[in-house]
């Protein structure tokens, strides 16, 4: 044996510690290589973890070090054994000499190989293997050879193969190309400093410099200049065939894995994780929409991969409940009146209107041509067609043609629209050119294939076979929630949970063949043909419900003789704004049940909407994106719930047939399984259980996890309690509960005392009440804002201010006054209390 190479040489004590590396970390080996030459490697190891835990083996890429894993060695060192090793040629392994010849990835694969086999790791502890980059082609490549070995895999922006229908990235296709590739990476820094600068200011300053620290010269950076000069951008290339078989194996891998990824990534992008979700289907995917490359650096991807950690080990987590399979299905009430030719949908913004007859033969129509060109049972498809007739007819389409419709509706706004249309990787989009265009310029879907919507409702089904309708268990739809408390997470669907969601809905209401539904909340009309009623689309801006007036209401009413009608709590407050100039609503007096959600609805907005239809049964579906409904209340009981005095908050009624809620300690640890309930009357986090609960999120692997603590209960991210008689009262949102010094304190109860104890006193014209914590964990101080006559934000007078802390029993430190709150785009309703919270920081500061 040769002898080893001489090693970079290694920081001091004193610079481990500055950045944040335990010196006693650092280590050297020299490790007989497959090649005959001993070869001496330095890596990062934590040493010996808990008895209980894990071997985690990182592996980095190209052109970092062992320091990308310094996350990994701080969070769970202590439980785990870390070991992040330097690549030869990298960080502070021992670099090739001027006559080496380039290791190639066959190489890289048999090195990791040699490191494993010395180390001579404790085979008692489950070996786990973290890659990102290169470091993950090179881990896939062991792990498909010793699959037996490797108990799971988390993969961080890496890939094994280019994805099919693309090219490799650009970027690396340009550092790759002939002498550009030995000025770029060995001659000077540019590629170095290319990667550390595309983390922008998501990594610290320190950050870039630890990153740049082991290759300052050009004889220290051989090796990344080889790495670019292996990426296989030919068939011929010498590494091609070799990475093309361990893509070709990644099946015998069984072990759990991770994908753990960083969505801006432009080098590794969603194409790559897609990728390896086929690849590996039984693989999970946590995206963070934030980070790019370097993404173990720029997010806490620590954390996530420590709870993954703990389900691997043995939790005694239950198994996923089995859908519930249901004899009905979502097409049941179209099938039931396609041969009529009543109407179906009327759309009053459009002027339009069709029966049955035609939406049955059309949807028909849709899903045949989408079959025609190609649609495969579980594609996804982007609908991206404004509300009215054709994006009903297109979703129904979709549903038949066996894919699988992403819904993200306008009132997410432009952006929000877009990131969550691209979050979903639709094959498909459907809507018109237009957005066709925006899909592809705006790369919300550049890869999809676009469908104009109205060619695809012209068309007729000719002879093309439709399959068999879509069974319980396939998926149907991915809805996007609201992003009211953060981004916009897309909510997973089955068949048999959107069934039962609609037999729900259909019990609850008594919902027949009779009624006729307004919609004045455009995602709402869906349920429509599902239920088999006629459904109207009010003339109004989705992007903006709180424009609905009287007059549009009334005309939708009574273009369908509606019985029903749904609208946000913002749409019926600016209803009855707009009341007194309207001619007499006698549309709207003849409805049966008016129904309100999305966020809270006063009491007060529901006795006016009640004076305009006398013999309406005013009602308050309570629930969420993820399972709707959970419990529903009408007027007559709100108003016998709050003379009651026993409750606090907003009283949101009994849980529906079918549906169970329970009450958890608000500091209840989700991964330690379902929780035991608290007292009737105590304040707790509100979670759910129902045959139509959604299946779980996309992409979210954390999120899911969290929000599913077993035995099929989902937590709300409500919190409230339940009173003697067995009523829910909703008292905020978890993430808006104040931290005081005395304890947790909710903000709906605070803000309802304001609201009645303001609106008869004449101090001053008000509208809605927030109340927000400010200030550091445990000691926050509740701050109150008003929305009321004020050009921003004020401090109030002293009158209004003593009638607030008058009104409640905690101590208020300061009261503003706002000209207008901040509130979601979808609602116009739920305020944003974090928006808030920082507007009064700045201003008390």
């Known amino acids: 044996m040769n002898e080893p190479r001489p090693a970079m040489d290694r920081p001091d004590d004193g610079t481990w510690r500055t950045w944040g590396i335990d010196p006693a970390w650092s280590r050297t080996f020299d490790v007989p290589g497959h090649d005959g030459i001993t070869h001496r490697w330095h890596l990062l190891d934590t040493g010996p973890g808990g008895p209980d835990g894990a071997t985690v083996l990182c592996v980095h890429g190209n052109p970092t070090w062992a320091y990308a894993w310094k996350s990994f060695l701080r969070r769970f060192g202590d439980d785990h054994r ?12 021992e670099r090739l000499g001027a006559d080496a010849p380039p290791r190639r990835y066959v190489d890289r694969v048999a090195d990791l190989g040699d490191l494993i086999d010395h180390l001579a790791i404790d085979a008692s502890l489950p070996l786990v293997l973290a890659a990102h980059d290169w470091g993950g082609a090179i881990a896939m490549g062991w792990a498909v050879d010793h699959p037996d070995d490797v108990a799971g895999m988390v993969l961080c922006n890496t890939g094994i193969a280019v994805p099919a229908g693309r090219g490799a990235p650009k970027i690396i296709r340009l550092a790759a190309s002939g002498p550009l590739r030995d000025l770029v990476c060995r001659r000077t820094s540019t590629f170095v400093e290319g990667t550390v600068r595309l983390s922008g200011r998501r990594i610290s300053r320190q950050d870039r410099v630890v990153f740049r620290a082991p290759y300052r010269g050009a004889e220290h950076r051989r090796a990344i200049a080889d790495f670019v000069g292996d990426v296989p951008l030919t068939d011929d290339h010498e590494s091609a065939a070799d990475i093309a078989a361990v893509a070709a194996q990644l099946g015998r891998i069984d072990a759990p894995v991770l994908l753990a990824w960083g969505a801006r990534d432009i080098v590794f992008d ?16 946590q995206r963070f929409p934030g980070a790019n490359h370097l993404v173990m650096a720029e997010a806490d991807v620590a954390s996530t991969v420590d709870r993954w950690l703990t389900d691997l080990l043995g939790t005694d987590r239950e198994p996923r409940p089995v859908v519930q399979q249901h004899t009905s299905s979502v097409f049941d ?12 949908v009327a759309d009053l913004a459009g002027r339009d ?43 129904y389409g979709v549903w038949r ?29 459907i809507g018109p050119r237009t957005a066709g265009l925006a899909s592809t310029v705006l790369r919300w879907a550049p890869k999809s294939q676009h469908i104009d919507v ?45 069934a039962a969601q609609r037999d729900a809905l259909a019990t609850t209401y008594g919902i027949g ?30 992007t903006k419900p709180g424009t609905l007036t009287a007059t549009a209401l009334d005309e939708a009413c009574r273009e369908i003789d509606a019985t029903m009608a749904f609208a946000s709590p913002a749409a019926l407050a600016n209803v009855l704004a707009t009341a007194d100039d309207a001619a007499g609503l006698e549309g709207v007096a003849q409805l049966r049940l008016v129904f309100s959600a999305g966020a809270p609805v006063p009491a007060e907005t529901l006795r006016a909407v009640s004076a305009l239809a006398p013999d309406a049964s005013i009602r308050t579906p309570y629930g969420m994106t993820e399972a709707l409904p959970v419990a529903d209340i009408d007027l007559a009981t709100i108003d016998r719930a709050e003379l009651s005095g026993d409750g606090r908050g907003v009283c949101v009624g009994e849980p529906v047939e079918g549906a169970e809620v329970l009450v958890a300690d608000l500091d209840f640890d989700p991964l330690a399984g379902v929780p035991t309930s608290v007292p009737v009357g105590a304040t707790g986090e509100i979670l759910v259980r129902a045959p139509w609960v959604s299946e779980g999120y996309l992409a979210r692997w954390e999120t899911e996890r969290t929000a599913r603590p077993g035995a099929g209960w989902h937590r709300s991210g409500d919190v409230g309690h339940l009173d003697d008689d067995g009523r829910l009262w909703v008292e905020g949102r978890s993430v808006h509960v104040i931290d005081a010094a005395d304890g947790p304190v909710t903000p709906v109860p605070i803000e309802r005392a304001i609201e009645r104890a303001l609106s008869p006193s004449g101090i001053v014209t008000t509208g809605r009440v927030a109340a927000v914590g400010v200030g550091p964990a445990s000691c926050q101080q509740v701050v109150v804002v008003v929305e009321a006559d004020a050009s921003g934000l004020e401090l109030a007078d002293r009158d209004l201010a003593a009638a607030v802390r008058g009104a409640v029993d905690v101590p208020v430190a300061a009261v503003l006054v706002i000209g207008e709150l901040p509130v979601d785009i979808r609602h116009n309703a739920k305020i944003d209390r974090t928006a808030v919270a920082e507007r009064a920081i700045e201003f008390l500061s």
Request: hydrophobic share 45%; charged share 20%.
């Open 82 to 93: 870390v070991i992040a090793i330097d690549q030869l040629g990298m960080g502070y392994s």
């Open 401 to 429: 043609a066996g894919g699988v419709t992403v819904v993200a509706d306008r009132g997410l706004g432009l952006r929000g629209l877009g990131r969550a249309v691209a979050s979903a990787r639709p094959a498909w989009t």
């Open 454 to 498: 109205a060619m695809l409702v012209g068309e007729e089904t000719g002879s093309t076979e439709l399959p068999s309708e879509p069974e319980a268990d396939a998926l149907a739809a991915i809805l996007f929630t609201s992003g009211a408390t953060g981004p916009a997470k897309g909510v997973r669907y089955r068949h048999g949970q959107l």
């Open 353 to 395: 209107r069709i029966d049955f007859a035609t939406f049955a033969r059309r949807v028909d129509n849709v899903a045949a041509g989408l079959v025609r060109r190609g649609l495969e049972p579980g594609d996804r498809v982007a609908m991206l067609t404004p509300p009215g007739i054709d994006l009903l007819i297109a979703v």
């Open 333 to 344: 009430g179209l099938h039931r009146r396609r041969a009529e030719h009543t109407i179906a």
């Open 513 to 542: 063949d009779d009624d006729r539904l307004v919609a004045a909340f455009a995602p709402f009309a869906l349920y429509g043909p599902a239920l088999g009623v006629p459904t109207a689309f009010t003339d109004c801006d989705v």
């Open 270 to 285: 969603d194409d790559f994780a897609s990728d390896l979700m086929q690849r590996l289907p039984h693989a999970e995917l």
